[in-house]
């Protein structure tokens, strides 16, 4: 006795025979033949429209559309996000309307107190920093002082 989540529905008939959104190929979704007309860049932002609009939040762990269903905490994930993000993600973001790396989006690899050397070192060089090993070990090993501190992710 119930109806089945829309977004889903239409991510698996768009990606049915694919394993991944190919962006390369003019956008397309997979290789199913079954047409929706309904196009999935627009799922996040009808979500979030309709949450607002009635006032029903959506769980942060719902598939495709919660507020972290594209969000990477684990040491493990992050790593395998950072070497090939098709590793733990079959769409991205971006193919329902999401920005990676943008806060309100909730897409991309989010520090905490699970995290990795490599994710922190990634981080640190996108926002210019290049450390050398022995400096590198030093932060972060105060990040996981502070991050076993704070609950919730740190930006």
């Given at each position: ?11 698996a008939i768009a990606l049915k025979g694919d394993t991944h959104f190919d962006e390369e190929n003019g ?12 196009n999935p860049v627009y799922i996040s932002p009808t979500s979030r429209m309709v949450s607002e609009y ?67 070192s990634t981080r640190l060089a996108e926002l210019g920093y290049e450390l050398d090993p022995e400096k ?20």
């Amino acid at each position: 006795a119930g109806n089945a989540a829309l977004e889903e529905i239409v991510m698996a008939i768009a990606l049915k025979g694919d394993t991944h959104f190919d962006e390369e190929n003019g956008g397309q979704m997979g290789t199913g033949r079954i047409y929706t007309a309904i196009n999935p860049v627009y799922i996040s932002p009808t979500s979030r429209m309709v949450s607002e609009y009635s006032g029903m939040i959506c769980q942060p762990h719902k598939a495709i559309v919660g507020n972290n269903a594209f969000r990477h905490e684990s040491g493990i994930h992050q790593d395998g996000m950072i070497k090939n993000k098709n590793t733990y993600e079959i769409m991205t973001p971006e193919s329902i309307g999401l920005m990676r790396g943008e806060s309100e989006s909730g897409a991309g690899i989010v520090l905490g107190k699970h995290s990795g050397r490599n994710a922190v070192s990634t981080r640190l060089a996108e926002l210019g920093y290049e450390l050398d090993p022995e400096k590198l070990n030093a932060v972060f090993d105060r990040f996981k002082i502070v991050a076993e501190k704070k609950k919730g992710g740190l930006e």
